[in-house]
Structures are given as structure tokens and as C-alpha cells.
T-cell receptor, first 113, second 120 residues
Framework: GESVGLHLPTLSVQEGDNSIINCAYS??????FIWYKQESGKGPQFIID?????DKRQGQRVTVLLNKTVKHLSLQIAATQPGDSAVYFC????????????FGSGTRLQVQP | GAVVSQHPSWVICKSGTSVKIECRSL??????MFWYRQFPKQSLMLMAT?????????EQGVEKDKFLINHASLTLSTLTVTSAHPEDSSFYIC????????????????FGPGTRLTVT
């Protein structure tokens, strides 16, 4: 049930290293994807998005890669910093008029100083 | 820009009472807002879609008579947890999509900071 404590997968990296967080999405019809960062006790914060007509998009220190063949999304963070420590969620969306996002299970990133 | 606020940020209430949570888009208009619930160490689960001027759309398994949603304006949606019980204790998060952005083809959603509800 909802009270069961699921353990989020954790990625532990050293400060300064690059991080890669992976996500398998569920719906092959999804055409828009977003990565969110959530710090403890806070709401999700938008990081970067990508549409299905692209396979790569870069932002500041972050890159999102999309592989529609295997329904896989990844977030790469360059030169990871302690402030990057958080839980990262991917979310998918289908532009059918239903505009809600479907969230993945999340990955906890721990940055070791 | 694109700030969403929630009030209160946390609330403790007794079992059987009702609690109202507000979600406001501060610097943009949102015809649609979304309410999510998040249990510890879990992902966000969509509860309902709040539509300005019309009835909310609830996800399967979410009781509409227990979780009352009102979207009275383009900047405010409220979620009322009626007759709250300890199992309703959770982190409730709203999000909104910028109407102007949607018209421009952008689809990102902006999230509020969340409301921690504890029912004793």
C-alpha cells in the first residue's frame, strides 16, 4: 500500500564528477518529457525538457538524452556539485488534451564532497 | 517568473476535521492546475486535474467527495480534504501550466512548494 517505504535507487558521486541518471518511461505515445529536481520537503523544480522529435538537448551543465526505441531517458549533470544532491524525477506527457504529467519513480543523487 | 505558491506549507489536524489547501499562480494565469500526492520515498501521484470554471477531473481511486477541488479563478485552486484520517497524511503538491506558454506551445508545468498534512 501507500504506506510501504519504497527505497529510491541512489546514485552516489564525487563532487566534480559527471552524473548520469536514467529513466525508463512507460508510454510509447508520450511526446514530451521533463526532468525535475526535488529537494527534501520541497516541490519539484523544472530542470530541462525535451520533445520526442529530438534525441538530445543541452542546458547549463545538464544534458537530456532521449532514446525512443527503448523508451529511455537520461539526465547528465556535468561537474556535479553538493547542491545537486536531491531526488530526480523524469516525467512524461502526451499532448492529447490531458495535460497531466506521469512521473517516474525517482533517483536519489548523493554528491560526496 | 512562473511562481506557484501553496498555503499552508504544513498543517496538523485532528482526525475527522477538514483542511483546505490553496494553490496560487503568482505571476501567470493557469486555466488548469493539477493536484498531486506524495508519500515518503515515493513518486508524485496525480490526484485530480482542476479546471477553472468547471468540475475537476479525478483519477481512478481518488474520492471526489473526500477531496474537494475548487478552481474559482485563473490564479487560484483549492483542495479541501474532508473528514481527514491519519492515512490522508501526506505531502500535497499542486502544479500549474502557464496559459500564455501553452498557447505558445510550451508544456512545462510549475510546481508549488507543497503542503505537509499530518492527521492525528
Amino acid at each position: 500500500g501507500e504506506s510501504v517505504g519504497l527505497h529510491l535507487p541512489t546514485l552516489s558521486v564525487q563532487e566534480g564528477d559527471n552524473s548520469i541518471i536514467n529513466c525508463a518511461y512507460s508510454n510509447s505515445a508520450s511526446d514530451y518529457f521533463i526532468w525535475y529536481k526535488q529537494e527534501s520537503g520541497k516541490g519539484p523544480q523544472f530542470i530541462i525538457d525535451i520533445r520526442s522529435n529530438m534525441d538530445k538537448r543541452q542546458g547549463q551543465r545538464v544534458t537530456v538524452l532521449l532514446n525512443k526505441t527503448v523508451k529511455h531517458l537520461s539526465l547528465q549533470i556535468a561537474a556535479t556539485q553538493p547542491g545537486d544532491s536531491a531526488v530526480y524525477f523524469c516525467a512524461e506527457n502526451i499532448d492529447t488534451g490531458r495535460r497531466a504529467l506521469t512521473f517516474g519513480s525517482g533517483t536519489r543523487l548523493q554528491v560526496q564532497p | 517568473g512562473a511562481v506557484v505558491s501553496q498555503h499552508p506549507s504544513w498543517v496538523i489536524c485532528k482526525s475527522g476535521t477538514s483542511v483546505k489547501i490553496e494553490c496560487r499562480s503568482l505571476d501567470f494565469q493557469a486555466t488548469t492546475m493539477f493536484w498531486y500526492r506524495q508519500f515518503p520515498k515515493q513518486s508524485l501521484m496525480l490526484m485530480a486535474t482542476s479546471n477553472e470554471g468547471s468540475k475537476a477531473t479525478y483519477e481512478q481511486g481518488v474520492e471526489k467527495d473526500k477531496f474537494l477541488i475548487n478552481h474559482a479563478s485563473l490564479t487560484l485552486s483549492t483542495l479541501t480534504v474532508t473528514s481527514a484520517h491519519p492515512e490522508d497524511s501526506s505531502f500535497y503538491i499542486c502544479s500549474a501550466r502557464d496559459l500564455t506558454g501553452r498557447l505558445a506551445g510550451r508544456r512545462e508545468q510549475y510546481f508549488g512548494p507543497g503542503t505537509r498534512l499530518t492527521v492525528t
